[in-house]
């Protein structure tokens, strides 16, 4: 099973820019077209969040336009720039999201189990996961213990120690820890809202979250580091479950030169 991990999108209305500079509808169309031709093709899309900028019927109405090239099955959740009823009209007939409260839901027809975790908390930038949310995620865990099981959220579940992305990180991580230290058959949990690749164990679980397919948020570890992204080579992640096991790749989207081989025609290394 491959899953294609795509996140912060981050679409607006045709012809807007993102912070009057990132034309994020480009930026993913681009990489749309780079994934089409990947081989193997991915099973399912994982969407981790801030799929559009204002939580706008027709942002994702543009944002759906521009993943139609991409044939898999979508599985998407919501991060702090989604609204959660634009959102669950935008995918009603995928038919996985619920059709009242948080956008949680568990999809049993793949090798892995997917579970979508809604952390959001509307009109702010961090993200929660409360006792209601806790539960649900505990028990669903709970109904298949022998299930590899992928969870997907949009904050990550961990201190990244960029300053201002940690003042909108996740309030509940203590308990989310508990939860995982709980259930082994967690393989992996799957994260947005960075912009960049950074990993942690959480409760003895995997935890990663992915680059953008458009800006990046700049890397920058001192506690006063202001706000701010940069133009950084943008990305994906593929996730490649085989024998039993998670194998995690990120990719950089973008021309480059190669591939050139190591070897010449009589096997020798290049020299």
Known sequence: MLILQITDTHIKLPGKLAYKRVDT?????????????LDPKPDVIALTGDLVDLGRPDEYAHLKSILAPLKAPIYAIPGNHDDRDAMRQAFREDGYLP???FLNYAVDRWPLRLIGLDTVIPMQGGGELDDERLAW??????????APTVV???????PTAIAHMDRIGLKGREGFAAVMAKHPQVQAVLCGHLHRTIQAVVGGR???????????????LRPDGPSAFRMEPPGY????????????????????????????PSGQLID
């Open 25 to 37: 509808a480009a930026m993913l169309r681009a990489c749309v077209s780079e994934v089409a031709k």
């Open 137 to 146: 995620l505990d028990a669903t865990l709970g109904q298949k213990p022998s």
């Open 237 to 264: 992640m593929l996730h490649l479950w085989r024998d039993g096991a998670l194998i995690s790749h990120t990719a950089v989207l973008g021309e480059y030169a190669g591939p050139f081989p190591f070897f010449d």
């Open 99 to 101: 059709a009242s409260g």
């Open 152 to 158: 997907m959220m949009h904050h990550p579940p961990f």
């Open 206 to 220: 995997r935890a990663t979250t992915c680059p953008s397919p458009a800006h990046q948020v700049a890397l920058d």
